[in-house]
């Protein structure tokens, strides 16, 4: 399979990705606002069928009536018409799976390993990918039956389990990969949460009221409990499908412990919303965040470029030959590119005197680039390069 028609399956898939996450990522924010906006229902026929809250609701031209039944109508059928809310989750996790295939799986040598990080070969490092996400699973999952009962302490376990995965990922692939790894993760534990424990669980109390029968609270109550994990998950997900964008997060030697750090101040603020619905603002959680922000912010800004002498561009032109113009090219020579990456061209002077900044950032300040060092840029070249920044970026 050609570069160019990997480029255009990894954009249909991004593309689905990203459509079928704003779906799944909509209607679970939505029911938490709805389930924490519940009031006690104000008839009694309607306490009597076994309505336990309700909201009212305007939006679009019209009037919405909500009521929720915690263990289904009371004295009167179910409907056959239930709306399930899974595909959403199921197609985010199948389309992310796909662009997983399709960059780091299939472009393994390009975008999965780091050989300055651990020298894989292709097949051991997919091999590890596939092995942890399901792994983390089954560690989660196995927390959860332990600790269920105990919501603080089973919260404390499963952050901790992801900080040390995320360790963990940190020496074994390349630090973006390493990213994208917690997420894949993050995002299958989600996903399994809805189709193992919630959707299941529903399904038996549907069973149970069609066959006339009470139903068991309890399988209700475990979803109620994965789906809250969920919630909190939510962020922290998202920051990692744009972290991609911020090599200056995942390209630091604690990029691991700068991932834990952000995660933490997306669940203080999503848990800042949620105590927000119910009418408690709690100022000390967003703040909380911000901080833990601004300390990550300072302690990973850059230090300087590192050399203090003029570095003219005679000097450093042949770096960007070697190192960087075979991907950043009109045409590019390193296997597993049909375009230069985001569009940045660096095969003539201008283009790269354009790019100084960028440069700087990407190849100095993160070492983001090259992908993975996969063209073995030096720590001297760096310097090299930052010299001639430093200089103001001369052509002559």
């Known amino acids: 399979m050609t570069a160019y028609a990997l480029e255009w399956l990894s954009l249909l898939f991004r593309w689905f990705h990203f459509v079928a996450g704003i779906s799944w990522i909509g209607t679970s924010l939505y029911f938490v606002w709805l389930d924490n906006h519940l009031t006690p229902p104000e008839s009694d026929a309607d306490k009597t069928h076994g309505v336990s809250g309700e909201l009212w609701s305007v939006h679009g031209g019209g009037f919405y009536h909500n009521q929720k039944y915690l263990t289904g109508p009371v004295g009167q059928p179910l409907p056959q018409t239930l709306h399930w809310f899974k595909w959403e989750a199921y197609w985010t996790w199948i389309s992310g799976m796909g662009m ?16 300055s990080v651990m ?5 051991e490092a997919i091999g590890i990918s596939v092995g942890s996400i399901f792994a983390g699973w089954l560690v989660y999952d196995a927390l959860c039956k332990l600790l269920g009962r105990r919501p603080l302490a089973l919260g404390v376990a499963v952050y901790g389990f992801l900080v040390v995965a995320a360790w963990g990922l940190f020496h074994v692939f390349g630090a973006r ?40 609270p309890l399988p209700g109550q475990l979803g109620k409990i994965r789906s809250v994990h969920n919630t909190y998950f939510t962020l922290p997900v998202l920051f990692i499908m744009i972290s991609s964008h911020y090599p200056m ?37 967003p703040i909380a965040a911000f ?24 000097q450093v032109q042949p770096i960007f030959a070697q190192r960087c113009a075979v991907c950043h090219s009109a045409h590019p020579t390193q296997p597993g590119f049909a375009a230069a990456p985001a569009g940045v061209l660096l095969d003539t002077p201008q283009h790269i005197a354009s790019n100084a900044q960028r440069i700087y950032q990407q190849a100095v300040a993160s070492q983001a680039m090259p992908l993975g060092n996969v063209t073995g840029m030096t720590k001297a070249e760096r310097v090299q390069i930052a010299g001639w920044i430093a200089s103001g970026a001369p052509l002559k």
């Open 177 to 216: 990969a390493a990213y994208i790894h917690i997420g894949a993760i993050v995002g299958t534990i989600m996903v399994a949460n809805v189709a193992h424990v919630i959707i299941p669980g529903q399904k038996k109390m549907v069973d149970a009221i069609r066959a006339g029968q009470a139903p068991d």
């Open 291 to 314: 901080v833990i922000l601004a300390v990550i912010a300072i302690a990973i800004m850059p230090r300087g470029a590192g050399t203090s002498r003029t570095v003219a561009f005679e």
């Open 119 to 123: 020298n894989l070969t292709p097949l």
């Open 249 to 285: 997060t995942y390209e630091n030697p604690y990029g691991w412990l700068i991932l834990a750090g952000i995660s933490l101040s997306g669940v203080l603020v999503r848990y800042a919303f949620i105590l927000s619905h119910k009418g408690k603002l709690v100022p000390a959680l």
């Open 100 to 115: 997983l295939a399709i960059m780091y799986w299939i472009g393994a040598s390009n975008y999965l390993i780091d050989r």
